[in-house]
């Protein structure tokens, strides 16, 4: 399963392409980090990151797109720029008949290291250790792009069934992390505070 992570910025977008197998081993295709300039217009910046997307988009061709989640935050500004760029990452994703999904940062960070609030600095260890790569891609937002892609190829892909099926699936074929994320789903859900995870 192909899959592009999109971690949405408007100055700094990062975009990764991973390749996941049947056995969740994950292959690196493509990582990129998209930037506009401040003292561009808005619709000029929007316009120069869409382009890089479509690029990306028709180099690789992905069989879904995965975006983190928005949330309110102090800075307006930030969540502005954040939600206009998902907005343009969907509606490229849409015009190409593309699954989109929406994770939050915790989500990822419980599928790719086990603890939903690990930090950059383990997202980004655990990114390389995964992908084989002798450091961590930089910069984070590079890093947050393949964390996404590889939490949706191994909470969607062919063989997500062992990890979300029944009692006796949990070790079938499952990383430490993806055991330690069912655990902590299934302990949510025992106790009612299980969020929904579709857009």
């Given at each position: 399963m192909r899959v592009l992570g999109i971690d949405p910025g408007l100055t700094r977008c990062g975009v990764g392409v991973v390749d996941v197998a049947p056995d969740r081993s994950a292959t690196l295709v493509d990582v990129?980090?998209?930037?506009?300039?401040?003292?561009?217009a808005i619709e000029?910046?929007?316009l120069r990151i869409a382009e890089?997307?479509?690029?990306?988009?028709?180099?690789?061709r992905p069989q879904a797109v995965a975006l983190e989640r928005v949330f309110a935050r102090s800075d307006v500004s930030t969540i502005m720029g954040t939600a206009q760029i998902s907005g343009v990452a969907m509606h490229l994703a849409a015009r190409r008949?593309?699954?989109?999904?929406?994770h939050t940062p915790s989500e990822v960070k419980a599928a790719i290291t086990g603890y939903g609030r690990a930090d950059k600095k383990q997202v980004g260890a655990m990114v390389a250790r995964i992908l084989g790569l002798e450091?961590?891609?930089k910069p984070a937002d590079a890093a947050d792009a393949l964390a996404l892609a590889i939490c949706h190829a191994w909470r969607s892909g062919p063989a997500s069934g062992a990890v979300h099926g029944g009692a006796g699936d949990i070790d079938a074929g499952a990383t430490p992390a993806q055991k330690a994320w069912l655990a902590a789903e299934r302990a949510a859900k025992t106790s009612g505070a299980a969020r929904s995870l579709k857009p």
């Open positions: 990129v980090v998209l930037r506009s300039p401040a003292d561009l000029r910046r929007l890089g997307l479509e690029a990306i988009l028709e180099e690789h008949e593309l699954t989109v999904a929406l450091t961590p891609p």
